[in-house]
């Protein structure tokens, strides 16, 4: 019970307001590039969808999911690192996942700054929280600087794809016209 006494979560509670308002912000406008793909005349499956949009959304989602669960009032830290280092292993699996979509969509061939930003950077995030996660308990306040970080880069991640998203279907849209004014 004398943890939750000394429990340094409240000290994080802006920053993950912050957090935690931005990236349901940010979910909610990913709803609407999505719309608007669907809406381009430009072929795209659900694969491509599913390796480059999708992602994405998790993104903002899981860091949603590490601000409301940051927020909570825990008697004691091991449940929360308990929680935070699943989620960190099932992003792992969903990189893997992600990885193996890209490969396989045929819409569009990546790049590496697309591997960078799709897998390699939302990898160490996710690697980052498990091992964050793991040390809560024992030692918080660099764990809570690690979780923090992790955090913050799966935002900014998906602020960057959906951003890449965004720009590419502007250009995709914009060639055939510049085709037909030929």
């Known amino acids: 019970m004398q943890e939750a006494a000394v ?21 909610g406008l990913m709803f609407v590039v999505i719309t608007l793909i669907t809406r381009v005349q430009v072929r795209r499956s659900s694969g491509t969808i599913g390796a480059f949009g999708t992602p994405t959304v998790v993104h903002f989602c899981v860091a949603l999911l590490v601000a409301a669960l ?18 960190g292993l099932g992003g792992v699996t969903y990189v893997v996942i992600v990885v193996r979509r890209a490969r396989r969509q045929t819409d569009y061939q990546p790049v590496l700054e697309d591997w960078l930003w ?8 996710y690697t980052a929280l498990v091992v964050a996660s793991l040390l809560l308990p024992g030692n918080p306040v660099p764990a809570l600087f690690g979780i923090a970080a992790a955090t913050l880069l ?23 016209e510049n085709k037909s004014q030929d």
């Open 7 to 27: 429990s340094p979560l409240p000290t994080w509670e802006s920053f993950y307001v912050i957090i935690g308002a931005a990236a349901a912000a940010l979910t």
């Open 70 to 87: 940051l927020s909570a009032p825990w008697q004691a830290l091991w449940n929360a690192g308990l929680l935070l280092g699943l989620t």
């Open 118 to 125: 799709h897998t390699v950077f939302p990898f160490v995030s």
């Open 154 to 176: 799966l935002l900014f991640i998906g602020i960057h794809n959906a951003w890449d998203t965004v720009t590419y279907i502007a250009i995709e849209r914009s060639q055939p």
